[in-house]
């Protein structure tokens, strides 16, 4: 299928499409007029791809794991990829996320404070 196509059926703009290329996370085949061609698979790929980085993982991460993502509908790590260095990566991924979360919590709650002093009771 030509990238349009796959923009369509994922959701994702072609432009998106190929930023996820020069990442390395997509590999499109040629055509001989120079289009790209994606295979069939590439639908779920784009949508493992989409959960991770709404899950908050950095492309880097994201390319270090995608080769060993096994199921469609899943996210099932074979676990040859779990080198001490991804480990390392993925501890300090796990880390800023939990900041994050914590962040978000605190503004959170200021806010609900906010509005409860200025309502009333």
Request: include cysteine; proline fraction near 7%.
């Amino acid at each position: 299928m030509r990238i349009g196509e796959l923009s369509r059926r994922t959701g994702v703009p072609a432009r998106m499409l190929r930023y996820y290329e020069e990442q390395g996370l997509l590999q499109p085949e040629r055509a001989a007029n120079g289009y790209r061609r994606y295979p069939e698979q590439a639908v779920v790929r784009v949508q493992q791809i989409r959960g991770l980085l709404d899950s908050g993982l950095p492309t880097e991460i994201i390319g270090r794991i995608l080769p060993f993502l096994q199921q469609p509908g899943a996210i099932v790590m074979d676990p040859r990829c779990l080198t001490p260095e991804l480990a390392a990566l993925l501890r300090a991924e796990a880390e800023r996320i939990t900041a994050r979360i914590e962040c978000l919590t605190r503004n959170r709650d200021a806010l609900l404070g906010y509005l409860a002093a200025v309502s009333g009771p």
